[in-house]
């Protein structure tokens, strides 16, 4: 079935830098797009990124754009999120979760992110 | 603010139906039959409900449906049940500079 694993969130000061990374498992992880979506505490969620399925496109939310990356490693079957000149308002957890035909079909767990000093 | 508007709560007995609207504009839902709509209980991970504006994947009740009008997609429970409660977003596919696009989500209470 598909898996979809977060990991790299924690604390991290204001202004600093922290990459996630989501494995994915039980699927084809190379012929589909991927996105992270975040949810802050307490609030709705919010579109983040995607990615093509081979890396060829990239596309963000207009407050994240210039701040965060996404790429994937099709050979490890593995998204990221590079993410920069943290803010407090980026606290949030943060899901990974793959894409089919333009509709956000499965979701992992999520990561939580916490910026504060 | 969200670019999907929906209510911020619903409620309804036990049996009952309630629609939850999700209202956004001619760049997205009006243009797009790439709507969806995600359960989501707390501290759990959203769960795909319905695609492609009326669509359910495999093993989601049939209590479950949707519909679009012009700008307007709708989520429709029917049978109400107690597991029914929890937060519902919409979701839509959009040609402005955020390509996804989700509602601020509803809160189903069940009375």
């Known amino acids: ?117 | 603010q969200s670019a999907l508007t929906q209510p911020a709560s619903v409620s309804g007995s036990p049996g009952q139906s309630i629609t939850i609207s999700c209202t956004g504009t001619s760049s997205d839902v009006g243009s797009y039959n790439v709507v969806s709509w995600y359960q989501q209980h707390p501290d759990k991970a959203p769960k795909l409900m319905i695609y492609d504006v009326n669509k359910r994947p495999s093993g989601v009740s049939n209590r479950f449906s949707g519909s679009k009008s012009g700008n307007t997609a709708s989520l429709t429970i029917s049978g109400l049940q107690a597991e029914d409660e929890a937060d519902y977003y919409c979701c839509s596919y959009a040609d402005i500079s955020s390509l996804w696009v989700f509602g601020g989500g509803t809160k189903l209470t069940v009375l």
């Open chain 1, 1 to 117: 079935q598909v898996q979809l694993v977060e990991s790299g969130g924690g604390v991290v000061q204001p202004g600093r830098s922290l990459r996630l990374s989501c494995a994915a498992s039980g699927f084809s992880f190379s012929i589909y797009g991927m996105h992270w979506v975040r949810q802050a505490p307490v609030k709705g969620l919010e579109w983040v990124a995607v990615i093509w399925h081979d890396g060829s496109n990239k596309y963000y939310a207009d407050s994240m754009r210039g701040r965060f990356t996404i790429s994937r490693d099709n050979s490890k079957n593995t998204l990221y999120l590079q993410m920069n000149s943290l803010r407090a308002d980026d606290t949030a957890v943060y899901y990974c979760a793959r894409e089919s035909m333009g509709t956000i079909d499965y979701w992992g767990q999520g990561t939580l992110v916490t910026v504060s000093p």
